[in-house]
């Protein structure tokens, strides 16, 4: 268990509403990671995060910005959610030899 | 362009018998190999790496194989169990990148 925790867990927006998810780790981790998970498409990256304030894009970055004010924290925001956005999002941290441990995972549905 | 490859969608094994996922991947600068297992409604749970310096990697029931000639790795399940049933993810990075590149899954059918 890496101590990883996401909120909300399920959520249903509209569509060109604002939408932040939330990772929170316990075990002080420098790197954090938002992925979606797609049928047909495995899991791609979003953003990504390599310290506080420490940001880098992913393979679909497009709609989606992250922050990070504080290690333990890792938002993901859809600054106006699409039905393409409709997706199960999970955050991860990265461990000591480069594997990742991932979090329980946000369905969010746009309608 | 996928550089981390699972050709097939999904395998069916009888259980007790030895489960074999395979992945390939293109670029040859990958230098480490993972495995993860996803059940459903669940975040994927890394399983077992392997560094490129090694062909092999063993642990408990799992056994991950890798050829670096070919650009391709398996994971190998001996004996499959039916908890075993879940999609199997490859993943591939370079240490001095932060990213891991996944596939998309093999879903793992373990027969009773």
């Known amino acids: 268990d890496a101590g990883i925790t996401q909120s909300p867990r399920h959520k249903v927006t509209e569509t060109g509403t604002p939408v932040t998810l939330r990772c929170h780790q316990t075990?002080?981790?420098?790197?954090m990671y938002w992925y979606r998970q797609d049928p047909g498409h495995g899991l791609r990256l979003i953003h990504y995060?390599?310290?506080?304030?420490?940001?880098d894009k992913g393979e679909v970055s497009d709609g989606y910005s992250v922050s990070r004010s504080k290690t333990e924290d890792f938002l993901l925001t859809l600054e106006s959610a699409t039905s393409s956005q409709t997706s199960v999002y999970f955050c991860?941290?990265?461990?000591?030899?480069?594997?990742?441990?991932f979090g329980p995972g946000t369905r969010l549905t746009v309608t | 362009d996928q550089q981390v490859k699972q050709n097939s969608p999904s395998l069916s094994v009888q259980e007790g018998r030895i489960s074999i996922l395979n992945c390939d991947y293109t670029?040859?600068?990958?230098?480490?190999f993972l495995w993860y297992k996803k059940y459903p409604a669940e975040g994927p749970t890394f399983l077992i790496s392997i560094s490129s310096i090694k062909d092999k990697n063993e642990d408990g029931r799992f056994t991950v194989f890798l050829n670096k000639s070919a650009k391709h790795l398996s994971l190998h399940i001996v004996p499959s169990q039916p908890g075993d049933s879940a999609v199997y993810f490859c993943?591939?990075?370079?240490?001095?990148?932060?990213?891991?590149?996944f596939g998309k899954g093999t879903r793992l059918h373990i027969l009773p």
């Open positions: 075990e002080n981790h420098r790197y």
């Open positions: 670029n040859s600068m990958f230098d480490y």
């Open positions: 993943a591939a990075s370079w240490k001095r990148d932060d990213k891991i590149i």
């Open positions: 995060s390599y310290g506080v304030k420490d940001t």
């Open positions: 991860a941290i990265r461990g000591s030899s480069y594997e990742q441990y």
